[in-house]
């Protein structure tokens, strides 16, 4: 019988004695498309996008994990387009090491509501499918967790108080509405993400049951989509102009290309401009959709 160390050696070992030196190759295959719903702690932690476990990633951003030593967090030199074109390609179950980690807590992985420390959105996927060839959103480390860490890296430390509070907020409702939109697909084939603020921005695209995060072009576009409500229910309409200074003077972003989501940024002008009032906007519209165009940046 197995030791129990190695999950891929036990579930072998009913088939043949741990004795046996040329074992047979056993196939399983794991499709389950039910996405489970994440757990209040994770929500607004760039974690819950990504958990830079595997030394590949590592290797490439240089960012800082217990498992692998990093000691810096470099995505500030390296161009976004690095990241996602080798997120493309990337398959993040040539780790042995980390798939050996996750397969060995997948129970704790793929339940609603997990705890476990090792637990994100691209970890939960990876256990859900294993052997079938689905691979987890490129979104998740490609635009996900790469925005989240650098500006809370970044920017974050440069805000007023009422700034810092946005960014917090903003980043949690950037979650709650993939939480929102994946849940609703498990439901249907309609994925409504409604903006409080503005009704009219509220988001709604088709997206076949089961499958918006198998998908990762759509999810991509359901992600990005969800963005402007995100910004604009934090309350970025509320910020001083030294703070919309400040974001709309970040470092230019690399470009995604999704028009439509560009499209429906500018569209929001229009709507934070008739709550602001016709004398404060006139004054602070500049600044506000400056701010708005770098935060929408990378989806023209």
Not at 16 to 31: A, E, F, L
Not at 35 to 41: G, I, K, L, M, T
Not at 250 to 278: F, H, R, Y
Request: hydrophobic share 35%.
């Amino acid at each position: 019988m197995s030791n129990g160390k190695d999950i891929l050696t036990r579930s072998t070992s009913i088939h043949t004695p741990d004795s046996h030196k040329n074992r047979p190759v056993v196939q399983h295959k794991i499709c389950n498309p039910i996405v489970p719903a994440a757990s209040e702690s994770i929500i607004g932690k760039c974690e819950f996008y990504y958990r830079p476990l595997h030394e590949e990633y590592v290797k490439k951003t240089g960012v800082s994990t217990r498992e692998y030593g990093g000691t810096a967090l470099n995505f500030s030199i390296i161009p976004l387009r690095v990241i996602t074109g080798w997120a493309l390609k990337w398959n993040p179950w040539q780790d042995v090491k980390v798939v050996s980690k996750l397969l060995l807590n997948r129970d704790k992985l793929i339940v609603a509501n997990s705890s476990d420390e090792n637990w994100s959105r691209h970890a939960s996927f990876m256990m859900r499918h294993i052997g079938c060839d689905h691979q987890p959103p490129d979104y998740y480390i490609g635009y996900g967790y790469y925005y989240c860490s650098i500006y809370g890296d970044k920017l974050l430390p440069q805000l007023s108080p009422a700034g810092k509070k946005w960014l917090e907020n903003g980043r949690r409702l950037l979650q709650r509405n993939m939480e929102i939109g994946l849940q609703k697909n498990m439901g249907g084939g309609v994925v409504v993400v409604p903006c409080k603020r503005y009704p009219n921005q509220t988001v709604e695209m088709d997206a076949p049951r089961h499958e918006l995060e198998l998908d990762s072009d759509k999810f991509r576009a359901f992600a990005f989509a969800t963005h402007v409500p995100a910004y604009l229910d934090a309350g970025l309409a509320d910020l001083p102009i030294s703070d919309l200074v400040l974001i709309g003077g970040q470092p230019n972003i690399e470009e995604w290309t999704d028009s439509a989501t560009w499209k429906q940024a500018m569209l929001s002008g229009a709507e934070v401009g008739k709550d602001m009032g016709k004398n404060v906007w006139n004054s602070t519209k500049g600044a506000f959709d400056k701010a708005l165009n770098r935060l929408m940046e990378p989806f023209k």
